[in-house]
């Protein structure tokens, strides 16, 4: 299953505390392959950075891939909404409203 990924680069900007990403960044957090919203290493991006890699590598015994996608988009519309970035979280909400019915 492909992460409904919206492309807005949000996710890239968290970096600080991930022990597996403390070289992507220089210190502010953000990851230095992240130009224009866009990952300059996305075909080579570390396993961690791919919501398929860890849903098969960590996850796959403890919920279901519609669940862990389910719950990475909660926290992609989270941290939207923390940054104010409304028409995101419209497209969030909307996504999740039909991700909710594959949950069933």
Do not use: Q
Request: proline fraction near 3%; hydrophobic fraction near 35%; aromatic fraction near 8%.
């Amino acid at each position: 299953m492909i992460y409904p990924c919206i492309g807005c680069g949000i996710c890239c900007t968290f970096l600080k505390g991930i022990p597996e990403l403390a070289g992507f960044h220089g210190g502010d957090g953000v990851c230095v392959n992240l130009k224009n919203n866009r990952c300059e290493i996305y075909a080579s991006r570390p396993d961690i950075c791919s919501t398929e890699k860890m849903y098969r590598l960590v996850l796959s015994e403890d919920m279901s891939e519609n669940e862990f996608i389910y719950s990475n988009l909660h926290v992609c519309l989270m941290l939207n909404r923390e940054h104010g970035e409304i028409h995101n979280v419209r497209k969030l909400t909307e996504i999740i409203k039909e991700w909710r019915s594959k949950l069933s």
